[in-house]
Each structure stands twice: as C-alpha cells, then as structure tokens.
C-alpha cells in the first residue's frame, strides 16, 4: 500500500471555495507532520484536544453573549444560547470517549512529546473557569435585581416558572455539565495514566477531585436540600407505607 501518497492527500488537499472559506489549509497545518508522530495515536490526542479548544472557545464566546442579553432582558435569547452551550458542554463530555480508544503504552509514548504541559494550562478552559463569577454577578443584578427576588422566592415560596427560574435551571445545567466534565476527564486518566501515578505536575488525584467536586452555583443546589428538608418537617421523614408492607 502507498501509504505516503494517501498522506499527501490528507495533508495537502486541494482548496476549492469551502476550503478557503473555513482556512483548512491552516487548520490542517495544526497537527504534527504525520512523518514526525510519536505513535499513530498521537493524531488523535492532538485532534481531541484541539477540537476541545474550540468548544471551549466557542462556549467562552456564547457566554459573552449570554451576559450581554441579560443585561438587556433578552431572556429568550439567554435560554436558546445557553441551550447551544449545553450541547456544546455535552460534545466535549462524549469526546473524551475518543480517547479511550488509546492504549496505555502508547499514550506513554505520547508523553514524551507533551514538554511540561499539562491540562490545567489549557486556555480554553482557563477562560471557561472565569465565567461563572460573572453570569453569577449578572443574575444577581438582572434576574434577583439585587435583593428583590430570592432563590427560594423563585423555586419554592413564589415558583411560577418564570424567566428568573428558567434562567437559573439554565445556570445549574451550565454548572452541572462543568462538573461532568471534571469526572468524566478523571476516568479518562483512569484508564490511560491511572489517577493514582505521578504526573507532569506531581499527583493529580488529589487536585482533579477537588476541582470535581466544585460546584460553581451552590446556592441553586442548596435550595433542593432547604426544600427537601423543609417537606421533611412538614410531612415528616418516616411517612405511612402505601403497600402497607414494611421494608425492613
Ligand atoms: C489521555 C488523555 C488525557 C490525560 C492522560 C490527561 C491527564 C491529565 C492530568 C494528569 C491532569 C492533572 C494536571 C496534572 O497533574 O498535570 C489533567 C488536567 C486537565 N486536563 Fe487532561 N488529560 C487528558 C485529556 C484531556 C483532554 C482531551 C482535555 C480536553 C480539554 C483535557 C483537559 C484538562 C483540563 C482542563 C485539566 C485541568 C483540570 C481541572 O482544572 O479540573 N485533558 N489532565
């Protein structure tokens, strides 16, 4: 088989208008020469975390966006763009997948190329992790307009289902998907490195658990455990079986 005439194909495409248009002579210019891959593999890993970059930066873009139509009360266009970020924070879950299909040893190899970087210097994410801090400021000020209205108010004492409380479902999901990321990543290195080895920047078990474990809008999940436990007050923890069958 010629493998190199297949390479030059893949490397260096014609460029007709669609070509030009989307610069896909740069962005295939992105990865490693295939003559200089450590391992087969090493396609693929520069591919995933590429792709990741431009989800990121994509989503970072969305959520400026996002802050600037809750400043002006465009609440439909809050929903529908965080409903693009959403998906966009799912693809980035379900990718990792891809990675899973390398084996351990020639991820080793892959390591050898990496210097002293690591995930943690990713720029994308970097910018992802400055955002909550804003869409929390911007919710406060436009939807809770700074004391008016409460999270209990929206989901409990006043709940209608409004804009506020779409808003803020759209938060939580936002946070959720952060946080499913950060786990998802750690069984990515289950299976690769193994959690438990020392890394590139010494022992990541202890720092990826923590960052997993960091819930960006705690007051939007602390108000399902003050409901909960307010129900249990009202309706009392132990309740009469329906069955009339004990399960104990
Ligand atoms: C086999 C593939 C991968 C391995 C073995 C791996 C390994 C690691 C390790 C060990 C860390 C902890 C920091 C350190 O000690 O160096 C880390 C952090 C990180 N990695 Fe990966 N990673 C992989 C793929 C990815 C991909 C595809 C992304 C896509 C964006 C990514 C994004 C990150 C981020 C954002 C962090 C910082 C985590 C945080 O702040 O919670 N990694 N990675």
Redesign the pocket.
């Known amino acids: 088989m010629q493998k190199d005439k297949y390479y030059r194909m893949i490397e260096s495409p014609d460029m007709l208008d669609y070509g030009v248009y989307l610069q896909c002579d740069k962005l295939l210019d992105c990865q490693k020469a295939i003559k200089d891959l450590a391992t087969a593999d090493e396609m693929q890993?520069q591919i995933?975390?590429q792709v990741?970059?431009l989800w990121?930066k994509l989503i970072c873009f969305t959520l400026v966006d996002i802050l600037d139509y809750m400043e002006n009360q465009s609440h439909h266009r809050v929903i529908t763009l965080f409903s693009r970020v959403h998906k966009l924070q799912r693809m980035?879950v379900d990718?990792?997948d891809v990675?899973?299909t390398?084996s351990p040893k020639e991820?080793q190899q892959?390591?050898l190329q990496l210097g002293n970087g690591?995930?943690?210097e990713?720029p994308?994410?970097?910018m992802l992790?400055k955002m909550p801090n804003d869409l929390w400021a911007h919710f406060t000020q436009y939807y809770l307009e700074n004391g008016k209205y409460s999270i209990e108010s929206i989901y409990d004492d006043e709940y209608i289902h409004d804009h506020k409380y779409a808003v803020a479902e759209a938060l939580i999901e936002f946070d959720e998907q952060l946080q499913l990321?950060?786990w998802r990543?750690m069984f990515?290195?289950h299976?690769?490195?193994g959690?438990g080895?020392a890394?590139?920047?010494?022992?990541?078990v202890d720092?990826?658990q923590k960052?997993?474990a960091k819930r960006f809008f705690p007051e939007l999940w602390d108000i399902r455990c003050a409901m909960t436990d307010k129900w249990s007050v009202e309706y009392g923890k132990v309740r009469p079986s329906i069955s009339g069958k004990s399960n104990t």
């Open positions: 890993f995933i975390h990741e970059e990121m980035m990718q990792l990675l899973e390398m991820y892959i390591r690591s995930g943690q990713s994308g994410f970097r992790l990321f950060r990543h990515l290195i299976r690769s490195i959690l080895s890394s590139l920047k010494g022992r990541p720092l990826l960052g997993a």
